[in-house]
């Protein structure tokens, strides 16, 4: 999985980095000062890295917990998402992760004790309910089989019920949640697109059956789940092939007892897509026609207004409109 390790020294001695490198002996071993020295080197490629990354263990210093973007989740309470690692196994040609970093290798941070006092920080800054969301930097499960991210923070959000998580994910690692009691304040969110959008830009990701087969097992075992459809990006058939998504996926899921769904569309800081394009010169989905809004990049598109509002009606015939949210 990982073509070496590398492993700050400072962490070198955490039982948490030993169980992991116990676990791949046979993979080379590299010690370093700090993760930047790997992660930060100018002239690499993030396209080639991609090919066989490396895995960084390393300790994160401040700025643990980072309030949300703008109009980014699901509902009013004071919003913030923390990331417990940069990067994702995931190669989504659509991501603006491949834009924000010189570097395709992962970087898992180990210090989650630290992560957890400044999480218990702004819970009781607020006085009311607070929403953590992890998966902004990277996907929440894809890795935990490694990280243990799952195992190590829900008994946190058990002993805090004031403190909302939801967790973004297209991952099918789902047993440290299977294993454990539901949480009334903890959500699952899954992110789909349609099957040909999914061939032809979300590759590794595992297939649409494997995560509604994952949320079923989740809603059978009593967790929150939810349904992310985002980055819509417009294409001929584009209303039809969601419709036919919902139907899959409401053909197995109670719609009633889902959480939140939302949509939103394809958008990134335009330095991001700069870096993109520049690895990608021929991906067609960068060729597209763009408009930039208060220094975010979208793909413009004729009709798009009438395009989601057509994908949002097909999305109300199995959910209510208080299950419902657009991802500004």
């Known amino acids: 999985m990982f073509s070496a390790i590398y492993i700050e020294e400072e962490v070198a001695q955490s039982e948490r980095v030993k169980n992991i490198l116990a676990s791949y002996d046979a993979v080379p071993h590299i010690y370093c000062q700090r993760y930047g020295e790997v992660f930060n080197r100018k002239s690499q490629s ?60 992962y970087v898992l941070f180990v210090n989650y004790e630290d992560f957890e006092r400044s999480l218990l920080d702004v819970v009781k800054k607020n006085d009311g309910p607070s929403v953590f969301y992890s998966g902004y930097d990277c996907d929440s499960l894809a890795l935990e089989p490694v990280s ?80 992310r459809f985002e980055p819509i990006i417009s294409a001929n058939d584009t209303v039809t092939s969601y419709t036919e998504l919902f139907r899959q996926i409401f053909s197995k899921l109670d719609g009633d007892q889902i959480h939140s769904a939302s949509t939103g569309l394809f958008r990134m800081p335009v330095d991001f897509h700069k870096n993109i394009v520049k690895q990608y010169p021929d991906e067609e989905l960068f060729s597209r026609k763009t408009e930039v809004k208060d220094g975010m990049l979208a793909l413009k598109v004729v009709d798009e207004e009438s395009q989601l509002e ?15 949210y657009h991802c500004a």
């Open 46 to 105: 993030f396209r080639a890295q991609k090919a066989a990354p490396a895995l960084i263990l390393a300790r994160k210093h401040g700025n643990f917990v980072l309030p949300s973007p703008e109009g980014y989740g699901f509902d009013n309470n004071p919003s913030y998402y923390f990331s417990h690692m940069l990067n994702c196994i995931y190669d989504c040609r659509y991501c603006f992760l491949q834009g924000m970093y010189r570097s395709a290798n």
């Open 148 to 227: 243990r991210f799952g195992e190590y923070f829900l008994p946190f959000f058990a002993a805090n019920p004031r403190a909302v998580l939801e967790v973004r994910t297209k991952s099918t690692q789902i047993r440290s949640f299977l294993e454990s009691e539901p949480l009334d304040n903890c959500v699952i969110a899954m992110s789909f697109s349609p099957q040909s959008a999914s061939e032809k830009w979300e590759n590794r990701v595992p297939s649409i059956a494997k995560r509604i087969e994952a949320l079923c097992k989740l809603q059978q075992a009593g967790w929150k789940i939810a349904l």
């Open 310 to 324: 057509k994908i949002e009606r097909s999305l109300k015939e199995f959910i209510s409109v208080d299950q419902y």
